[in-house]
């Protein structure tokens, strides 16, 4: 069974330090894997899609990195400001089950 | 541009009581996914929709029964409601196929009593 972990729960940082979000899994045969942000009391927003090819993506001050042999990705937010405040997840498609599944999130709180 | 829209967005209900919820995606996704969220376990999946006509069992289906009325709908029916079912429900759709990516809605969020 496919394990999806986001190491640490919670996490807090001054505005202006970079983030570093973990993701890993047990199981490297994936199609990809996707970052979400969710706000309180809201749905989930797609942030990057790292294809299973691919060993990074980047959209603006946000860079995943992908490593399958070692089942890990990573999501850096460079300068981190008080709006990226959120819970950030992490979901692989796995190929022998074709549906996403997720970790259970980080909780972000980045401070004035 | 509406992408995945669920409704309601708040329900209480009794235990015992029934009710469906409503999504609706115009991207014309074939898949379409219902899951659950609940604290500190991530989202969960409650069942899977490749295509029209066509539901899968998902991690955690108990409880549950789903229609996949066409390609835009998925509904989700609670029969029999229960204070383990409190919880945010959310709906998701995506292309199929190997490289997809998955877009949710505002979610459910539902408590029993």
């Known amino acids: 069974k496919q394990e999806v972990t986001q190491i640490p729960a919670a996490l807090s940082v001054p505005e202006g330090e970079n983030l570093v979000l973990n993701c890993s899994f047990t199981?490297?045969?994936?199609?990809?894997l996707q970052w979400f942000r969710q706000d309180p009391g809201k749905g989930l927003t797609s942030l990057l899609l790292?294809?299973?090819?691919?060993r990074e993506q980047t959209s603006g001050r946000l860079n995943a990195s992908l490593d399958k042999s070692s089942g890990r990705s990573t999501l850096y937010i460079a300068a981190s400001q008080p709006g990226d405040s959120a819970t950030y997840l992490c979901?692989?498609?796995?190929?022998?089950?074709?549906?996403?599944?997720f970790g259970a999130g980080t909780q972000v709180v980045v401070t004035p | 541009n509406a992408g995945v829209t669920q409704t309601p967005k708040f329900q209480v209900l009794k235990t015992g009581q029934s009710m469906t919820l409503q999504c609706a995606q115009d991207m014309n996704h074939n898949s379409m996914y219902w899951y659950r969220q609940d604290p500190g376990m991530g989202l969960r999946l409650i069942y899977y929709s490749a295509s029209e006509g066509t539901t899968d069992k998902g991690e955690v289906p108990n409880g549950y029964n789903v229609s996949r009325l066409n390609k835009r709908e998925f509904s989700l029916r609670l029969e029999s409601a229960a204070p383990s079912q409190t919880s945010v429900y959310f709906c998701?759709?995506?292309?199929?196929?190997?490289?997809?990516?998955?877009?949710f809605g505002q979610g459910t969020r539902l408590t029993v009593v």
């Open positions: 199981d490297s045969a994936i199609y990809n």
């Open positions: 979901a692989v498609l796995r190929v022998s089950w074709g549906k996403f599944q």
């Open positions: 790292i294809q299973s090819s691919q």
């Open positions: 998701a759709s995506s292309e199929s196929g190997l490289n997809t990516e998955a877009f």
